[in-house]
């Protein structure tokens, strides 16, 4: 069993939608990460949480640090939201351990 | 601020040959960390350099080394290349290590 697990692998939505992509983890951390990787590789780093929730724009993360889980919820998504989300965890930024992805594609 | 710059974008090289990937961080930056992607595997850590020291180290073999210079740039090195070290290197860079990091566009390697 991976140690960063996230769901769904894929996930297709029309414009509009909400969506949510969930991420378990199973290790001691301090710090959780949601990354977004645009065709092309580049990464962008989104939120960095070791508790509660950030909210950026359409964009809020929440972390259960009890229950080993985060989740990233995007509001309103736009056909530009379509990327791989990525959950990464670790210390702080260090050594980080990541999740499969989660393929999102979101049509007009 | 300029952002992390990686060098070269694209590389081919065959089995066996060495090959040298570099990265210069954002200005006043001193973490740089490394990670390899690959469609079977993912992202996965490689090292992590601060201050000219390795500070972190994934489960790579010893053919991975790297280093960073006293302006914070790293390089990484790959000896004997194998068919399955084809991938997306990233290099990433934070102030001290623990907080955001900035990736770079990546290096796509392949080994023929």
């Known amino acids: 069993k991976n140690e960063v697990e996230q769901s769904p692998q894929n996930l297709t939505a029309q414009e509009g939608e909400f969506i949510t992509i969930n991420c378990s983890y199973s290790?001691?951390?301090?710090?959780l990460h949601w990354l977004q990787q645009h065709p092309g590789g580049g990464i962008v780093s989104l939120f960095m949480?070791?508790?509660g929730k950030k909210k950026h724009g359409r964009l809020i993360a929440t972390i259960n640090i009890q229950e080993k889980h985060s989740s990233l919820h995007i509001t309103a998504s736009h056909p530009r939201d379509s990327a791989v989300y990525i959950c990464?965890?670790?210390?702080?930024?260090?050594?980080?351990?990541f999740g499969q992805g989660t393929r999102l594609t979101i049509n007009p | 601020k300029a952002g992390v710059t990686q060098t070269p974008r694209y590389l081919i090289k065959t089995r066996g040959q060495q090959v040298t990937l570099s990265c210069s961080p954002i200005?006043?930056?001193?973490?740089v960390s490394w990670y390899q992607q690959t469609p079977g595997q993912g992202l996965q850590f490689l090292f992590e350099?601060?201050?000219?020291?390795?500070?972190n180290k994934g489960n790579f073999p010893g053919r991975f080394s790297g280093r960073q210079f006293s302006n914070s740039r790293s390089e990484m090195n790959v000896s004997t290349l194998e068919l399955g070290d084809s991938a997306l290197y990233l290099c990433?860079?934070?102030?001290?290590?623990?907080?955001?990091?900035?990736f770079g566009p990546g290096t796509r390697l392949l080994v023929l």
């Open positions: 990433a860079s934070s102030s001290t290590g623990v907080e955001t990091q900035y």
């Open positions: 990464a965890v670790g210390k702080g930024a260090q050594k980080l351990v």
């Open positions: 290790v001691g951390i301090s710090a």
């Open positions: 350099y601060f201050s000219e020291t390795q500070r």
């Open positions: 949480l070791s508790s």
């Open positions: 200005s006043g930056h001193r973490s």
